[in-house]
Every structure is written in structure tokens, then in C-alpha cells.
Nanobody
Framework: QVQLVESGGGLVQPGGSLRLSCTAS????????MGWYRQFPGKQRELVAS???????KYADSVKGRFTISRDNAKNTVSLQMNSLKPEDTAVYYC??????????WGQGTQVTVSS
């Protein structure tokens, strides 16, 4: 059993910042990749950013230069620093973890709303 606990969502004005964090616990020996996805109403979940165990990261084009993903391997934690937020970033954000066999696990989702 693997649990992912997310935190940090909320309401922010355009141009503001939020930091999302996610910690994995339970029966997980090692983690290959950690990342964040988001889902807009009526749309499929899409990748926002991911980072593998070696530290290489990738971002959706829409967030490059504004979002930064980081991970703490010792704490099984992944964070997403979101700056210069736009109304179009409004979505439910999901933490994703892939274990040593690349099995995916998902967090419960956290709402991010960017609005004045």
C-alpha cells in the first residue's frame, strides 16, 4: 500500500505563487520518477512536470519558466513551485509517483484556483 499526501493548493491572484508538495509513504522501496499532473474540467489529465531519480526534469511548454519541480529523495517528497500563475493554470493538480517497477501511484488531487 502506497499513500501520497498532497498539500499546498488554494486560491491565488493572477501573478501570484503557490507551492505544492507531495510525500509518498508506505510499501514503496524506491521511486523512479515523481511528478505533477493537472486536470481541467472535461479534459484528460496532463503532465505538468516530472523529475526522475537522477534529477533530470521536464515541463509542459505552458509552464516552462514559471514552474519548478524538485524532489527530496531522502523524504520521498516532490514539490512544485508555481510562480506567475495565470487563470488558465486553474485545475486540479495530482501528484504522481512511479516505483522501481514503474507502477504509477496517484495522490487525491488538490485544487489550484487562480482568480482575482
Amino acid at each position: 500500500q502506497v499513500q501520497l499526501v498532497e498539500s499546498g493548493g488554494g486560491l491565488v491572484q493572477p501573478g501570484g505563487s503557490l507551492r505544492l508538495s507531495c510525500t509518498a509513504s508506505g510499501s514503496i522501496f524506491s521511486i523512479n520518477a515523481m511528478g505533477w499532473y493537472r486536470q481541467f474540467p472535461g479534459k484528460q489529465r496532463e503532465l505538468v512536470a516530472s523529475i526522475i531519480s537522477g534529477g533530470n526534469s521536464k515541463y509542459a511548454d505552458s509552464v516552462k519558466g514559471r514552474f519548478t519541480i524538485s524532489r527530496d529523495n531522502a523524504k520521498n517528497t516532490v514539490s512544485l513551485q508555481m510562480n506567475s500563475l495565470k487563470p488558465e493554470d486553474t485545475a486540479v493538480y495530482y501528484c504522481n509517483v512511479a516505483d522501481q517497477r514503474w507502477r504509477p501511484y496517484w495522490g487525491q488531487g488538490t485544487q489550484v484556483t487562480v482568480s482575482s
